[in-house]
């Protein structure tokens, strides 16, 4: 069974600093995908960035980048030169056929 | 073009009544999900369509819970005889095609709280 684990329940940065969100996760495919969501307040879930597990290479948007760990099952995003407008849920998820499993969230604050 | 919709915004329904809730995917897409999402909690698939293949109802969590998806467009989720631990944001999702790569784009959820 998949299952995704994010071990950061809540964090908080300063504006312009860099910050890093954890994430582990478990799956049975052969080939996957993984995902970062940005939830804001006003509840839009937004596809940050994505991951194909072939892919050696990292996924990179603009300030945002993934560590991708394949044999340790990691998957953490990192968010560069942080601004207000970060502030959100970010979600770390991965598929299952064509569903996709999410992890339980990470709350993040980008402090002025 | 328009994104995914749904409504209600927000719905305050009392314990024991039926509740309806509506969401408008992009059109085109053949994909259509529902999750939901408690407090603090991250999202819980509840169903899938997919084109004019049954649906895949793995995630409801009891027989109070159905989703109707018409004309392979609208799709609608009912809660019947609510319960307080229904009380979530209801999200819909939809994307163009069954293939994993493709993206899901989600609408703005219908906060639901039965009092």
């Known amino acids: 069974a998949q299952t995704v684990t994010q071990s950061q329940p809540e964090m908080s940065v300063q504006e312009a600093e860099t910050v890093t969100l954890s994430c582990t996760y478990d799956t049975s495919e052969s080939n996957y995908y993984l995902f970062w969501y940005k939830q804001p307040p006003s509840r839009q879930m937004i596809l940050v960035i994505r991951q194909e597990a072939y892919k050696q290479q990292n996924a990179t948007e603009n300030r945002f980048s993934v560590n991708f760990q394949k044999a340790a099952k990691s998957f953490s995003l990192k968010i560069s030169d942080s601004q207000l407008g970060d502030t959100a849920m970010y979600f770390c998820?991965?598929?299952?056929?064509?569903?996709?499993?999410f992890g339980k969230g990470t709350r993040l604050h980008i402090l002025p | 073009g328009a994104g995914v919709s749904q409504s209600p915004s927000n719905k305050v329904t009392e314990k024991g009544k039926d509740v309806e809730l509506r969401c408008d995917p992009i059109?085109?897409?053949?994909?259509l999900y529902w999750y939901r999402q408690s407090l603090g909690q991250g999202l819980e698939f509840l169903i899938y369509?997919?084109?004019?293949?049954?649906?895949?109802k793995s995630g409801l969590p009891s027989d109070r819970f159905s989703a109707e998806r018409t004309g392979g467009s609208v799709s609608t989720l009912t809660i019947q005889r609510t319960q307080q631990e229904d009380s979530a944001v209801y999200l819909c999702?939809?994307?163009?095609?069954?293939?994993?790569?493709?993206?899901?784009?989600f609408g703005p959820g219908t906060r639901l709280t039965v009092t």
């Open positions: 998820a991965t598929n299952r056929d064509d569903k996709i499993i």
């Open positions: 369509f997919q084109g004019n293949s049954a649906p895949d």
């Open positions: 059109s085109g897409h053949t994909a």
């Open positions: 999702a939809s994307k163009t095609g069954p293939l994993s790569s493709y993206e899901q784009y």
